[in-house]
């Protein structure tokens, strides 16, 4: 909004140039939503504790450290979305039409999330949304975003996966296996942010890596001049993306801050099903699908180690983990929860680097 009103002034007032400029907005769009998560913390903290009683219900068969958290609230991600929402509404271009997909699936993302956690609150167990609903309303979400992602796509890239490394490769699907295969990269990563978001402070940092790594893809590939030196394939509007991930930024980081050990509230799938919406979409908008795959390396780990145990457990009748997702698993080893984030956080920060390193390898 700011960009439209404040930019035409600035042929009159030099200063208001600045809303020209996407890295400025992205600076800004960070502050606020740092600034208004701090602000509203205390308030929705307290809020959700008057509301929720006993807060989230914790699983009998987990970590016993884990029965500790008892009266711990939820829908923490509150705490996220609103400054974020803000953010984008008052420092986004508004007339792009990537900005209202990622804010469409980011919206009805969180609501689906808000619902499954209103259900585990109010029926006390941890099962909320039946599966089956929450996958066929993330699906037809994912499926309305890739539709009009299509849309607003260069013909020459409309419906197509590019494949990293090869900077001439270009896969076309066809409008229906590119709205299929978006479908499974936006929906998968709402899901696997949801599986890792487990213990205090874990998911936080992966998804500021993520952010930080997608909104730079997304301001190189939106930008000719970088995207032509790097080999990369252009998307026109694709570089008002930054300024969504800063915003996704500064909010995760004035989360932590209430997130850290011990949690005085939980991020709930209001949180983690939007946010990983979020970057699914990004990546299906910016052409980095299967790039999103080595930057949240640790939320496929995660995944991976809850269908190997399912797998394992129906076919053979065994476990092949203590536990799944895989950082409970570690619990039960032994480590502490604090030794079990931090570590994880430096295999995300890893994996985001490698993620990175294919921009420059073609």
Same mark, same amino acid.
């Not at 309303?137 to 975003?145: E, L, N």
């Not at 296996?177 to 890792?196: D, E, M, R």
């Not at 930080?212 to 030196?229: E, H, P, Q, R, W």
């Not at 983990?321 to 032994?334: S, T, V």
């Given at each position: 909004?700011?960009?439209?009103?404040?930019?035409?002034?600035?042929?009159?007032?030099?200063?208001?140039?600045?809303?020209?400029?996407?890295?400025?907005?992205?600076?800004?769009?960070?502050?606020?939503?740092?600034?208004?998560?701090?602000?509203?913390?205390?308030?929705?903290?307290?809020?959700?504790?008057?509301?929720?009683?006993?807060?989230?219900?914790?699983?009998?068969?987990?970590?016993?450290?884990?029965?500790?958290?008892?009266?711990?609230?939820?829908?923490?991600?509150?705490?996220?979305?609103?400054?974020?929402?803000?953010?984008?509404?008052?420092?986004?271009?508004?007339?792009?039409?990537?900005?209202?997909?990622?804010?469409?699936?980011?919206?009805?993302?969180?609501?689906?999330?808000?619902?499954?956690?209103?259900?585990?609150?109010?029926?006390?167990?941890?099962?909320?949304?039946?599966?089956?609903?929450?996958?066929?309303?993330?699906?037809?979400?994912?499926a309305i975003g890739a539709y009009f992602i299509s849309a607003q796509a260069t013909p020459e890239l409309a419906n197509t996966l590019a494949v990293p490394f090869f900077k001439?490769?270009? =896969?076309?699907? @066809? +409008?229906?296996?590119?709205?299929?295969? %978006? !479908?499974?990269?936006? #929906?998968?990563?709402?899901?696997?942010?949801?599986?890792?978001?487990g213990l205090d402070g874990l998911v936080t940092v992966p998804l500021i890596l993520s952010a930080g790594s997608f909104g730079l893809i997304a301001y190189l590939v939106g930008?000719?001049?970088?995207?032509?030196?790097?080999?990369?394939?252009?998307?026109?509007?694709?570089?008002?993306?930054?300024?969504?991930?800063?915003?996704?930024?500064?909010?995760?980081?004035?989360?932590?801050?209430?997130?850290?050990?011990?949690?005085?509230?939980?991020?709930?799938?209001?949180?983690?099903?939007?946010?990983?919406?979020?970057?699914?979409?990004?990546?299906?908008?910016?052409?980095?699908?299967?790039?999103?795959? =080595?930057?949240? @390396? +640790?939320?496929?780990?995660?995944?991976? %180690? !809850?269908?190997?145990? #399912?797998?394992?457990?129906?076919?053979?009748?065994?476990?092949?983990?203590?536990?799944?997702?895989?950082?409970?698993?570690?619990?039960?080893?032994?480590?502490?929860?604090?030794?079990?984030?931090?570590?994880?956080?430096?295999?995300?920060?890893?994996?985001?680097?490698?993620?990175?390193?294919?921009?420059?390898?073609?």
């Amino acid at each position: 909004m700011l960009h439209l009103l404040l930019s035409p002034l600035g042929k009159e007032f030099i200063f208001f140039n600045l809303f020209r400029y996407i890295t400025f907005r992205t600076g800004g769009a960070i502050l606020t939503t740092l600034l208004l998560a701090f602000w509203l913390g205390p308030k929705l903290i307290r809020w959700l504790k008057s509301k929720q009683g006993e807060g989230q219900p914790i699983r009998e068969d987990g970590p016993q450290t884990h029965l500790a958290k008892k009266g711990t609230p939820t829908m923490g991600g509150i705490i996220i979305m609103i400054p974020f929402f803000i953010a984008a509404l008052l420092w986004a271009d508004l007339s792009n039409t990537y900005v209202w997909i990622v804010l469409f699936v980011t919206l009805a993302f969180g609501l689906v999330g808000f619902a499954d956690d209103y259900l585990k609150l109010t029926k006390r167990n941890t099962k909320g949304v039946s599966g089956k609903v929450r996958l066929a309303v993330q699906g037809t979400v994912a499926a309305i975003g890739a539709y009009f992602i299509s849309a607003q796509a260069t013909p020459e890239l409309a419906n197509t996966l590019a494949v990293p490394f090869f900077k001439e490769v270009l =896969i076309q699907l @066809g +409008l229906i296996l590119f709205i299929a295969f %978006s !479908v499974l990269v936006i #929906v998968g990563a709402a899901n696997a942010v949801n599986l890792t978001d487990g213990l205090d402070g874990l998911v936080t940092v992966p998804l500021i890596l993520s952010a930080g790594s997608f909104g730079l893809i997304a301001y190189l590939v939106g930008n000719i001049d970088f995207a032509k030196y790097l080999q990369l394939h252009h998307i026109p509007g694709a570089g008002e993306m930054l300024v969504l991930c800063g915003a996704l930024i500064g909010a995760c980081l004035g989360f932590l801050w209430f997130n850290a050990p011990p949690a005085k509230v939980f991020m709930g799938d209001t949180g983690s099903l939007a946010l990983g919406g979020a970057i699914g979409s990004i990546a299906v908008i910016t052409k980095h699908e299967i790039v999103l795959a =080595i930057v949240g @390396g +640790l939320f496929v780990i995660e995944t991976l %180690s !809850v269908m190997l145990q #399912v797998a394992s457990f129906k076919l053979t009748g065994k476990r092949i983990f203590k536990m799944a997702p895989l950082h409970h698993h570690f619990e039960k080893c032994g480590w502490s929860e604090p030794t079990v984030v931090i570590r994880f956080w430096i295999i995300a920060f890893i994996f985001a680097l490698i993620g990175l390193a294919t921009l420059k390898l073609r």
